[in-house]
């Protein structure tokens, strides 16, 4: 195989016939372009939708309270949950090996007052986790922290548009701005990237919140993120056990639906990622039926080839060429052939996503990129079809009878 | 060295059958220089391929250096012309893109020679049919003389047991064609086995012994006095 006079007998063979040559690989290198095109652009939408939920952690699970629909464990149907602080305790001391982040939320409305400024905000109120788990990106000041939550301070981190609204030109941070009649210090301004909404918010301390609230325990939601090196199964075998136990701990029955709401994005990445793994089907699928074609046009003209060199064959036979021999150059010379093409049309897709791939950022597309795993399968899948090309024709090659070259006078 | 008795060898044409060799009788001696003969269709072409292992006979018997040919696969025969047999042809089939020396080098290649002494023997070959400074020209950049020259010593590169020619000069201009047989004379001098297809009588006659065929049976089968090819050159 890596007998040198072979190489040089395919390199003359390929030299003598450099138009064929090249038409010949241009099939193949084009069907590999569009195959790895394809693949890159599935890969792109998968990309694109998965941004679109990068706004908040992809690893977080919501753990909302609902009314029962169901009666059980000596209570009726219709009954209210309540999450408390102890639930949230009780999440981190039960899994202390999933979870990663973990918050409560407390939502409260408030009417915000600077100056002569007024407007209406939702407040969050949360644990210094929360930052973590929604992602929010502070651009000035800091995010709420343990000493806040300790000292049931009040302090406010506001968003960029709240900032906007209330200060105009003014440096938020420090002043004091009135939440429904109590004072608020700005600590902190944030950014979203989600959307503008998003920057409408304020988050406080949740024990503030609470404690203005008529010292309640009680929260709104519990936001978590769970360990992120578990895969979608994993995560959604975690999410399933946590419903257990807070069901369990609400005396909910297991069946019931509207008790508690747990969301976890992974579901909604597993709905993405069966769509994206159709579409890559899709696309390997319409890949390969072009890479066919291309093994056909590599087929045909090692048939046209062979055709023409029946003589030489047959003078290579009467030296004494074993047909092993035979059939080895003409595989070598299809796989040859297959494998640079391929690799030429590999390079140029290869070269052209690396060169417009990551200026591509829309909501639903963004940077198409092909994997170390898509270019060595398709290398794979080059040989194979560079033999399946070669394998016909190397038969009809090594039947060639030696006795035609003596016959043509 | 070849030994041949009653061979029968018929094709099918359609629906008639050809009987094109009716029974051969034949032995070649080691370091005779045989004349075949006969017009087109005696079937002289036909034994050549017998002989030559690139065709089988239909019955009879075929002995070459006491090696039994019969029922030979693919490979065993490729193995066996390699081994025992040098060809050289009316059109020469040297192979195009390859230099005089790669031709000659050939058939060593296919019996597995390592590069370098594949080289040398080549080159050795070459300088023999006086062709050295040629070497690394291509076919086409040869004359015809060179081009069976080149044929030749490709024919012997592989040091075989015999030589078998096909109108070895049936394409070339008679001086060509006389320095070529002083060429195989002179090979045959050295004691190599040679047989000769031709329809040429003034070639046959530079041969040692003319065997005449007519519709597929030997007619005549004489030692003749050879005339040599030099006096012409």
Redesign the interface.
């Given at each position: 195989m890596f007998d040198?006079?072979v190489w040089q007998e395919i390199f003359?063979?390929l030299k003598?016939n450099k138009l064929r040559t090249f038409l010949t690989g241009f099939s193949v290198g084009w069907a590999i372009f569009i195959l790895v095109m394809l693949l890159a652009s599935v890969n792109g939408m998968e990309n694109g939708f998965y941004n679109q939920f990068n706004d908040d952690a992809t690893n977080s699970i919501f753990v909302r309270p609902g009314t029962t629909s169901k009666a059980y464990g000596g209570f009726e149907e219709g009954r209210r949950i309540q999450l408390e602080n102890d639930d949230l305790e009780y999440i981190t001391q039960s899994f202390p090996e999933d979870v990663e982040y973990i918050s409560a939320r407390y939502y409260a409305n408030a009417t915000a007052r600077y100056k002569d400024e007024t407007g209406s905000y939702s407040v969050q109120a949360v644990h210094p986790d929360h930052q973590a788990i929604e992602k929010t990106l502070v651009v000035s000041g800091r995010y709420i922290n343990e000493a806040d939550i300790i000292n049931k301070a009040k302090v406010a981190v506001i968003g960029r548009k709240v900032a906007e609204d209330l200060f105009k030109d003014e440096e938020p941070l420090g002043k004091f701005v009135e939440f429904n009649g109590l004072p608020f210090r700005v600590i902190g301004i944030f950014t979203d990237d989600g959307d503008d909404n998003a920057e409408r918010r304020i988050y406080a301390p949740i024990s503030t919140y609470q404690r203005i609230y008529g010292n309640t325990n009680n929260i709104n939601m519990i936001a978590l993120t769970y360990n992120p090196t578990y895969d979608i199964s994993t995560s959604l075998e975690f999410s399933g056990r946590l419903e257990d136990l807070m069901k369990r701990r609400h005396k909910i029955d297991p069946d019931d639906q509207s008790g508690l709401y747990i969301f976890n994005y992974a579901e909604a990445f597993d709905n993405i990622s069966s769509f994206t793994a159709v579409l890559k089907g899709v696309g390997i699928g319409v890949g390969f039926l072009i890479l066919i074609a291309g093994i056909v046009g590599i087929g045909n003209i090692m048939v046209f080839t062979i055709k023409e060199r029946t003589?030489?064959i047959g003078?290579?036979?009467?030296?004494?060429?074993?047909?092993?021999?035979i059939v080895n150059l003409v595989l070598l010379e299809s796989v040859f052939i297959t494998a640079i093409s391929g690799f030429v049309g590999l390079l140029f897709a290869w070269m052209i996503l690396a060169a417009i791939g990551p200026t591509i950022q829309t909501p639903a597309f963004s940077n198409p990129s092909v994997s170390l795993s898509v270019v060595v399968t398709a290398t794979i899948v080059l040989v194979i079809a560079g033999v399946l090309a070669g394998l016909l024709p190397a038969m009809k090659a090594?039947n060639v009878?030696?006795?035609v070259?003596?016959s043509?006078? | 060295m070849i030994e041949i008795k009653d061979l029968h060898k018929s094709y099918k044409m359609g629906s008639n059958v050809l009987h094109v060799l009716k029974g051969i009788n034949f032995k070649v001696e080691e370091g005779e220089l045989v004349a075949i003969m006969g017009s087109s269709g005696s079937g002289k072409s036909t034994l050549l391929n017998i002989l030559g292992m690139l065709d089988g006979a239909d019955s009879g018997e075929y002995t070459l250096d006491g090696v039994p040919i019969k029922n030979l696969s693919e490979t065993k025969a490729a193995q066996y012309r390699n081994k025992f047999l040098g060809f050289i042809f009316q059109s020469f089939n040297l192979i195009n893109y390859k230099s005089a020396l790669e031709n000659v080098a050939l058939p060593l290649y296919y019996q597995k020679v390592p590069r370098k002494e594949r080289q040398e023997k080549a080159l050795k070959y070459l300088e023999r049919v006086g062709l050295k400074p040629w070497a690394d020209h291509l076919p086409s950049e040869l004359s015809g003389g060179q081009k069976q020259r080149v044929a030749i010593a490709r024919a012997m590169a592989a040091e075989p047991k015999v030589l078998l020619a096909d109108e070895p000069t049936g394409a070339l201009d008679s001086t060509t064609s006389y320095e070529v047989m002083d060429l195989i004379q002179k090979i045959n001098d050295d004691g190599n086995t040679i047989l000769v297809v031709t329809h040429e009588e003034d070639i046959a006659h530079m041969c040692k012994r003319i065997v005449h065929l007519k519709d597929g049976v030997i007619v005549e089968d004489k030692k003749i006095e050879q005339v040599r090819a030099e006096q012409y050159v």
């Open positions: 040198r006079d003359n063979t003598t003589k030489e003078i290579r036979k009467a030296l004494g060429a074993r047909p092993s021999q090594a009878k030696p006795i070259a003596l043509d006078k | -």
